[in-house]
């Protein structure tokens, strides 16, 4: 196998400019003055400077549902200020379809849809919050902590589900936090699909970091989006931010870019196929063009090996501004993502990870 790789070094790597790949020869994006700036994104420590949405922080699922039996009773009888409220809200429909519940009966699956359907019509209104409807629900810290800054938009719709929840035993709890910093690496915490993102957005960078997965259940391999759509203050995200999926180390690719949702074609190559351990630390170089839409990845394993090109992409029409996002692909993911860095306006096209 490694005889058959493509080994590349930081002295030997061919650069982008009079190349062929895919079968298109590729743009220079050196920085024609010759300057570049190279910071951390990640400090070991915090979480400060990155954002994180988990794709089920502002809608109820079905699967919440714990006890769909006494939750439907609930909501079609009881006598909470709640209960009454949400009873108030739901369309005819959806309340004649709880008064024939029935967790055996055949449209069950049917009903349960529809309510949820319809609360999350609900949390994605105006706030449902009271003082004397919720008298008498503990809330948890992080409602708490919500309720006092009078969120809107996203953050509103979040209020609303962890209400919701803290209403009601029949429902389990989400969290908003998918990720955290320990130990010196970024872990995310297996709760949901969902992103982490920088604050900060980025044109043309090379970035750098070391990474490992460490198991998964459904298991699915770490992930890295470029070309991402930051989403407004008021919006809702797009999923995986509707950015360029660099699958970490072995290649995989997705792209979910709007009307997409697919592996692609010929915007991706694998330069070289893989067998990388994906549970081993792997140190990753990402060169990335916002202008041209151009993306290219190496990976070293172990770090400091010479590094070996496996993923690029080119598409100018997917290039763009953006944050860069790292994507814990479904519920059950745990991965560890450390020493991140990027350098942004590249002095050199060079890919340099490794050798």
């Given at each position: 196998?490694?005889?058959?790789?493509?080994?590349?070094?930081?002295?030997?790597?061919?650069v982008?400019?009079?190349?062929?790949?895919?079968?298109?020869?590729?743009?220079?994006?050196?920085?024609?003055?010759?300057?570049?700036?190279?910071?951390?994104l990640?400090?070991?420590?915090?979480?400060?400077?990155?954002?994180?949405?988990?794709?089920?922080?502002?809608?109820?699922?079905?699967?919440?549902?714990?006890?769909?039996?006494?939750?439907?009773?609930?909501?079609?009888?009881?006598?909470?200020?709640?209960?009454?409220?949400?009873?108030?809200?739901?369309?005819?429909?959806?309340k004649?379809?709880?008064?024939?519940?029935?967790?055996?009966?055949?449209?069950?699956?049917?009903?349960?849809?529809?309510?949820?359907?319809?609360?999350?019509?609900?949390?994605?209104?105006p706030?449902?919050?009271?003082?004397?409807?919720?008298?008498?629900?503990?809330?948890?810290?992080?409602?708490?902590?919500?309720?006092?800054?009078?969120?809107?938009?996203?953050?509103?719709?979040?209020?609303?589900?962890?209400?919701?929840?803290?209403?009601?035993?029949?429902?389990?709890?989400?969290?908003?936090?998918?990720?955290?910093?320990?130990?010196?690496?970024?872990?995310?915490?297996?709760?949901?699909?969902?992103?982490?993102?920088?604050?900060?957005?980025?044109n043309?960078?090379?970035?750098?970091?070391?990474?490992?997965?460490?198991?998964?259940?459904?298991?699915h391999?770490?992930?890295v989006?470029?070309?991402?759509?930051r989403?407004?203050?008021?919006?809702?995200?797009?999923?995986?931010?509707?950015?360029?999926?660099?699958?970490?180390?072995?290649?995989?690719?997705?792209?979910?870019?709007?009307?997409?949702n697919?592996?692609?074609?010929?915007?991706?190559?694998?330069?070289?196929?893989?067998?990388?351990?994906?549970h081993?630390?792997?140190?990753?170089?990402?060169?990335?063009?916002?202008?041209?839409?151009?993306?290219?990845?190496?990976?070293?394993q172990?770090?400091?090996?010479?590094?070996?090109?496996?993923?690029?992409?080119?598409?100018?029409a997917?290039?763009?501004?953006?944050?860069?996002a790292?994507?814990?692909?479904?519920?059950?993911?745990?991965?560890?993502?450390?020493?991140?860095s990027?350098?942004?306006?590249p002095?050199?096209?060079?890919?340099?990870t490794?050798?």
């Open positions: 196998m490694r005889n058959e790789m493509k080994h590349l070094s930081r002295r030997s790597f061919v982008l400019t009079g190349i062929t790949i895919a079968g298109g020869s590729l743009v220079n994006i050196s920085n024609a003055e010759g300057e570049s700036q190279t910071i951390p990640f400090d070991g420590k915090t979480l400060n400077g990155w954002i994180q949405i988990e794709n089920n922080a502002t809608s109820l699922s079905p699967g919440q549902i714990t006890d769909q039996t006494a939750f439907v009773g609930k909501l079609r009888n009881g006598p909470d200020a709640v209960s009454a409220f949400l009873r108030e809200q739901l369309d005819d429909s959806v004649e379809g709880m008064v024939s519940y029935f967790a055996s009966s055949a449209d069950a699956k049917g009903v349960i849809s529809a309510i949820v359907k319809s609360l999350n019509q609900i949390i994605s209104g706030s449902i919050y009271d003082r004397a409807r919720f008298g008498n629900i503990v809330l948890r810290p992080e409602s708490r902590e919500l309720l006092k800054q009078g969120p809107r938009g996203q953050q509103l719709a979040r209020l609303n589900k962890l209400l919701i929840e803290d209403a009601y035993p029949e429902l389990t709890k989400t969290s908003s936090t998918g990720w955290e910093a320990r130990d010196g690496v970024m872990a995310s915490l297996g709760r949901g699909r969902g992103v982490i993102y920088t604050a900060k957005d980025y043309r960078y090379r970035l750098t970091f070391t990474m490992r997965h460490v198991s998964g259940k459904p298991d391999q770490a992930c989006l470029i070309f991402c759509t989403p407004g203050s008021e919006e809702t995200p797009l999923d995986a931010l509707g950015g360029i999926q660099f699958q970490v180390p072995n290649g995989g690719h997705w792209d979910y870019r709007p009307g997409r697919d592996a692609g074609g010929a915007e991706f190559t694998n330069v070289t196929k893989t067998q990388f351990d994906v081993a630390w792997s140190r990753v170089e990402i060169l990335v063009d916002g202008v041209s839409g151009i993306a290219r990845m190496t990976v070293a172990p770090p400091g090996n010479t590094a070996v090109e496996v993923l690029s992409f080119r598409d100018a997917a290039g763009k501004s953006g944050p860069i790292f994507q814990m692909h479904n519920a059950g993911l745990f991965d560890e993502f450390k020493d991140v990027i350098e942004v306006d002095k050199n096209n060079n890919l340099s490794g050798g």
